[in-house]
C-alpha cells in the first residue's frame, strides 16, 4: 500500500531553495517512505506526538502519518542544526 504524499509549508520552502542534487535525492527518499512508513534509521521526535524523522545525508526528513494510515505529511525538512528549532 502505497500512502498519499503531502509536504507542509516549511518542507515545501525547504525543497523550492535547494539544488538538484539534494532535491533528488530528498524527493526518491519521501518516494520511498510513501511505500514503506517505517524505515529502518526512522525514529520518533521527542515532545512531538507521531512524528519521526529519517536520516538523509546531513538532511533530516520529519514527517507524520496521517488518516488511518493513508496520507504521509511531511513536516519538515533541513539540516540537522536547524531542522529541530521551532
Known amino acids: 500500500m502505497v500512502l498519499e504524499i503531502s509536504i507542509g509549508p516549511k518542507a515545501d520552502r525547504f525543497l523550492q ?5 539534494n532535491f533528488d ?3 526518491r ?12 534509521g526512522a525514529k520518533k521526535i521527542v515532545g ?5 524523522r529519517i536520516r538523509v ?4 526528513i520529519l514527517y507524520s502519518i496521517e488518516n ?3 496520507i504521509l505529511l511531511i513536516v ?3 539540516k540537522r542544526s536547524r ?4
Open 68 to 70: 488511518n494510515n493513508q
Open 25 to 27: 535525492r530528498l524527493s
Open 83 to 86: 531542522v529541530y528549532k521551532r
Open 48 to 52: 512531538e506526538e507521531g512524528v519521526l
Open 57 to 60: 545525508g546531513v538532511h533530516r
Open 17 to 21: 531553495g535547494t539544488d538538484q542534487q
Open 29 to 40: 527518499k519521501i518516494r520511498e517512505l510513501a511505500s514503506k512508513p517505517h524505515p529502518r
Open 76 to 78: 519538515n525538512i533541513d
